[in-house]
């Protein structure tokens, strides 16, 4: 081996963590530190945005008939009208107004949290982050085990190739990250290809069986004999069907990833990082036009597949057993045609997990690791896209790449954001005092805590995935939390006219401060606390000191940007005064600030904490202060390995 290898590899170490990095085809992720920002989004029109939700919406055609049909029998096209009226009068206008109150991709969940300040409200963004973890990494690994499904019934797929649904899922899965590892701009193209071809190869099998309705009014007559026959009550049957709904949740999925792709969506050029009126109007258009074109291939499917398939065909491996228009599309089309349709099938389902992979890539970063709860790294893309592939890989393995034992921590998942989506729309509701607007989305979240509840006691297997979720991510939250507690964890420092005055007038000098925890705040206060400081510690000149005093407001909070305020006290005491979430990482921030700006190391004096230090850590952990000298000095040593550039901690 040549002296050159180490090199050799460690170059091509530093490629791969540049590559890793990289925020996809997009620009580099931004990392000024420990601190960096989540990537900026290219931007695309709505109707291209559409089409990247649309693929696990607009993909639950390949199953929801057959599902409708197995749950509600000849009730089928009434349950499924009773969705179509949730969703046109339920989750739509729920989401349109989370485009509206959370237009940054937080979706429904930063709306709740507002309503929560402190560990209650991050503890409520790791369970909400745990069923849309349940949501959108189920949504890969079913739809990829559904492709699989589709195509093992395929007629023309060679039998020797067929059982082995685990590898194929897998297979399914890789390709699957592997094209948000080249970039989220080539997913949306490879989305909009796909959500064509498949709502044109539906649309003619719609309008065949359509046309096969019309024609042969025997069949009409069949289904509405065996309707009458079995529910000759029509109010007993608007009662079954709503019984029955529960079961058909799965075709709500995609209106969470919708809002969480938002930053995506291209807006007006006047838009502002506060009022982004286009980028808004453009997600609700989203929104609608999806759920007006999934409503209309809802009912008519539904129709055609109840009336012109045989019950029992429905059955569990029965040839329309999840694949209900597929089966016409073989029976009445011809096997070439049915094999194109199974093969767009095949694709869109395969594709259907890149909205959930959005999502996720969407959400994490803007919680997280703002929480101190994920590494920095996890502010770019592909380490992210990787850790979700495995995630899935294992999901697969786990569940043998099984759609029905997946299918109830799916619909549990997509349940309980939407019907988090209702509540916080009801809360803004009642916050703007909007009467009407309370009392119809207090009735919409009504609807859909009982459409969750029925699912919950019939599958609650859904629970107990999502609770191993959510129990994953807050174990790993809270130790990435532990891990990180002593970064700097400042954004940015920033200091008022006075307080730069009073550094300024310092320079060229020694910079002393005096860490003070104020009370009454008047000169003898700052008197006494002088005099104390220059006798434990041994200094004799009081003419360079500066007072800093800290305020703590949210202690669960994590990142924070500084902002300093001078006043002075009685004509000869200066005071510095700044707001964090922890009083040790803002003295060190400051204290660099001040080393920068002046080219001298400052001196901070502290007092030594009483109490046990194991007390103090766990109440710097938990309330941000605690064992505040030592903890400042290990937050400056770290960040600042050269000792020569490194402030001074003084502790008497």
Request: charged residues 20%; aromatic residues 8%.
């Amino acid at each position: 081996m040549t002296g050159d290898a180490p090199v050799e590899v460690d170059g091509r170490a530093g490629r791969l963590r540049e590559w890793l990095l990289r925020a996809g085809a997009e620009e580099p992720v931004q990392h000024p530190g420990p601190h960096g920002r989540p990537p900026e989004h290219r931007h695309h029109p709505w109707w291209k945005v559409m089409c990247l939700t649309g693929v696990d919406y607009f993909s639950t055609l390949g199953y929801q008939p057959g599902i409708a049909a197995l749950a509600a029998g000849a009730l089928s096209p009434v349950a499924t009208l009773v969705l179509v009226l949730v969703t046109l009068l339920g989750a739509l206008p729920v989401y349109r107004r989370v485009a509206a109150e959370s237009p940054h991709g937080e979706g429904s969940i930063a709306m709740l949290v507002r309503l929560l300040s402190y560990w209650p409200g991050k503890l409520l963004v790791l369970v909400l982050l745990g069923f849309a973890a349940t949501d959108f990494i189920i949504t890969i690994t079913l739809s990829a085990a559904d492709a699989t499904a589709h195509i093992d019934e395929n007629p023309f797929w060679p039998s020797a190739l067929k059982g082995h649904e685990v590898l194929l899922t897998l297979l399914l899965v890789a390709l699957l990250g592997a094209v948000f590892l080249k970039g989220f701009t080539e997913a949306i193209g490879i989305a909009v290809v796909l959500v064509a071809v498949y709502l044109t190869l539906n649309a003619v099998v719609v309008a065949d069986a359509l046309w096969r309705v019309v024609t042969h009014p025997s069949a009409v007559e069949d289904w509405t004999t065996a309707l009458t026959t079995g529910h000759g009550d029509p109010w007993m049957v608007v009662a079954l069907s709503l019984l029955v709904f529960p079961k058909l949740a799965l075709g709500l999925s995609g209106f969470e990833t919708g809002v969480a792709v938002m930053p995506s969506v291209r807006g007006d050029p006047r838009d502002t990082e506060a009022r982004p009126l286009g980028r808004i109007r453009g997600t609700r258009r989203l929104l609608t036009t999806a759920a007006v074109i999934m409503s209309v291939f809802l009912i008519t499917s539904s129709v055609t597949t109840t009336i012109l398939i045989p019950p029992e065909a429905f059955q569990p491996g029965g040839p329309a057993n999840g694949r209900a228009l597929a089966y016409l599309a073989h029976a009445h089309l011809g096997e070439a045609f049915g094999t194109v349709y199974d093969l767009s099938t095949i694709g869109i389902l395969w594709f259907a997990g890149a909205s959930a992979m959005a999502g996720l890539l969407n959400l994490v970063p803007r919680y997280l690791p703002r929480y101190g709860m994920a590494p920095t790294w996890a502010r770019a893309v592909r380490p992210l896209v990787l850790v979700f592939t495995a995630v899935a890989f294992l999901i697969t393995v786990v569940f043998e790449a099984s759609v029905d034992a997946q299918g109830g921590a799916y619909a549990t998942g997509v349940l309980v954001l939407i019907t988090s989506a209702a509540t916080a729309v009801t809360l803004a509701a009642v916050r703007h005092r909007q009467r009407g607007r309370t009392i119809a989305f207090g009735t919409i979240a009504v609807i859909f805590v009982y459409t969750t509840l029925a699912n919950v006691v019939e599958r609650p297997d859904g629970v107990k995935i999502a609770a191993c979720f959510i129990g994953g991510i807050i174990v790993v939250s809270l130790l990435s939390r532990l891990s990180r507690a002593f970064e700097l964890r400042v954004d940015r420092v920033e200091l008022d006219p006075v307080a730069t005055r009073m550094i300024s007038e310092r320079d060229g000098r020694r910079i002393r401060l005096i860490a003070h925890e104020p009370d009454g705040r008047d000169e003898a206060e700052y008197q006494a606390k002088l005099a104390q400081t220059m006798a434990d510690n041994d200094f004799p000149d009081a003419g360079d000191v500066l007072f800093v005093e800290v305020r703590v407001t949210d202690p669960s909070d994590f990142e924070t940007e500084l902002v300093v305020t001078g006043r002075l006290v009685g004509g000869q005491h200066s005071v510095l005064s700044v707001t964090s979430s922890a009083v040790p990482n803002a003295l060190a921030a400051l204290l660099l600030e001040i080393r920068d700006r002046t080219g001298r190391r400052p001196h901070i004096y502290f007092e030594w904490t009483e109490g046990g230090p194991g007390r103090n850590v766990l109440r710097y952990l938990a309330f941000g202060q605690g064992e505040i000298a030592s903890v400042t000095r290990e937050i400056l040593r770290r960040h600042e390995p050269d000792p020569r550039r490194r402030p001074h901690v003084h502790a008497g």
